[in-house]
């Protein structure tokens, strides 16, 4: 079937300095001088709320659609027992998405989507330490226009305005999957996803880092390599490598040969293990495995872009939510490490393979907004 990685429909959509000038709105500074003010938190820091978009479309996921929506029900459930939980989705779909979600802690918000990535779609939270919040626009053009986006661009401008956030757009093209910060200086990113033709065609690595560096509060970036054109995403680092605190990371060993990931991530691990921090620190480096046997379904058959990836979690206030794919081996290991690893949270695991089967997981489906 259809999905994100594999459903491409072009469309009529520019992005860069000149479609900034076409919709009215200026740039912030590309490379701009001095310390930043602003900095991204890690993702443990304490909540405002989270924010999820209930976006699903036939024209996307086809007969997986209703799955999809269950699964989106199941997460923002889960989400509202721990923090307050926004759900974008579209007018003629409030209805449905109160009744798959819920109503306890949750606020719906109508807005024209296009799909369910809210992670890459909405903006990129900052603070500057002194009660300020920011909302970054990556300027989202569908992954290198590789799926419609039209109203998914729009969504980061709406996020901000709901946050009541300084709305800030950069003149880079990304994604918020592709960003992992320890939220004192240290970032981790994949080449193949930021420094690409089909996102900033005419930006080098030291500007692409310069202006990451800036707009986030970094005074480091560990690059990975990543892998082009394997996904649709380029290879997103929540796939690949998280922070579990300053210092400490968990990456993705996968550990099938036939898989493309398997040297990936090798190389990703032995770049870790020799990486310090914007502090001179080395690393602490944990790894798990994707399952070697998910549950078979309709989801998982001869489908080679389901993405059963543990890494791919989302921290919540009190909480971890993180994916089971009915390997009960590598599920207890999964829940054993990230209950190790965030002694002060419940570790939930929740079934989304729906969610999998297009190429995702749970926190590409999540954002949050930091509490100020």
């Not at 990685?5 to 912030?28: C, D, H, N, P």
């Not at 307050?84 to 807005?111: D, H, Y």
């Not at 053009?141 to 709901?162: I, M, P, R, S, Y």
């Not at 059963?308 to 989302?314: Q, V």
Request: charged content about 25%.
């Amino acid at each position: 079937m259809p999905t994100r990685r594999t459903f491409i429909k072009q469309v009529s959509v520019v992005t860069g300095l000149g479609a900034l000038a076409s919709m009215g709105l200026a740039a912030l500074p590309v490379r701009a001088a001095g310390k930043a003010m602003w900095h991204m938190p890690d993702e443990g820091e304490k909540h405002q709320r989270a924010f999820i978009a209930f976006g699903a479309q036939d024209a996307i996921w086809e007969d997986f659609t209703p799955h999809v929506q269950d699964a989106l029900g199941l997460i923002a459930r889960t989400i509202a027992k721990y923090e307050p939980v926004t759900v974008f989705c579209r007018q003629g779909e409030r209805a449905l998405a109160e009744a798959k979600c819920g109503s306890k802690n949750t606020t719906f918000v109508i807005a024209d989507l296009d799909d369910i990535w809210m992670r890459d779609i909405g903006a990129s939270f900052v603070v500057d330490g002194s009660g300020g919040l920011g909302a970054v626009d990556f300027n989202f053009n569908g992954w290198g226009n590789k799926q419609q986006h039209e109203e998914d661009a729009q969504l980061a401008t709406l996020v901000a305005e709901n946050a009541k956030a300084v709305y800030q757009r950069s003149a880079l093209v990304g994604e918020g999957g592709g960003i992992e910060v320890d939220g004192h200086g240290t970032g981790i990113m994949t080449e193949s996803s930021w420094i690409n033709r089909n996102r900033n065609p005419d930006w080098s690595k030291a500007e692409v880092e310069a202006e990451l560096k800036q707009r986030l509060g970094l005074r480091k970036i560990i690059w990975l390599p990543g892998i082009k054109n394997k996904d649709i995403t380029d290879a997103h680092v929540d796939f690949y490598a998280r922070f579990v605190k300053p210092g400490v990371v968990i990456a993705n060993l996968d550990n099938d040969p036939q898989s493309y990931d398997f040297k990936v991530t090798r190389a990703h691990l032995e770049i870790l293990e020799n990486a310090t921090d914007a502090d001179g620190h080395p690393l602490q480096v944990h790894t798990l495995s994707p399952p070697l046997n998910p549950r078979s379904s309709e989801f998982t058959l001869d489908n080679p872009d389901f993405a059963a990836g543990y890494i791919n979690y989302f921290v919540l206030n009190g909480a971890v939510i993180a994916p089971e794919f009915g390997d009960k081996e590598a599920d207890v290991k999964a829940f054993d490490l990230l209950s190790e690893l965030y002694p002060e949270r419940k570790v939930v695991q929740i079934n989304v393979d729906a969610i999998s089967a297009g190429g995702g997981g749970i926190h590409c489906v999540t954002s949050h907004q930091p509490l100020v």
